[in-house]
């Protein structure tokens, strides 16, 4: 939880500094190289252009964001990179992708596609046909839902902490 917290507060400094959610991982990675932080932190870090919808994005080792158009299909927002911390002039690639109007942006933690019962995997096939099947008017219930599905799969045991968050692009 403490490095938790210092990666975030070193992020929203950087992201003071440079524009490009790139930049802003790669002096955070220096950081916490630099000061010999233990262990890795992995993250989805986008900026969003509420006027036109870009969302141009950089993981560090994060699962895949989900991106839920109105229709209902999935894309994932594939952006494989090494987390933070972990290699020196590590570099992290910049991805965009427009969000139109009541589209879906889904983030989470592998916490919730790695809980498990009898040695399955709840899996990102899983969560892609909660995601696509949601038919819910309030996106602020559509976590708990999620919650609650990995929580039935996995009969109530988790393995891993568990973070969701849903957006959507409004007029």
Known sequence: ARIATLVKDVIHAFAHQHSRPGAVLGETNALLIEKHTPGFVTLFLGTLDPKDGTLTYCSAGHPNALLRGRGGEIELLEASSPPLG???????????????VDDLLFLYTDGVIEARRDGEFFGQEGLMAILKGWTGSSLELLPQAVLAEVLAFSQGSLFDDVAILALRLTA
């Open 86 to 100: 972990v290699f020196v002039d590590q570099s992290w690639r910049e991805r965009e992708v427009r969000l139109e």
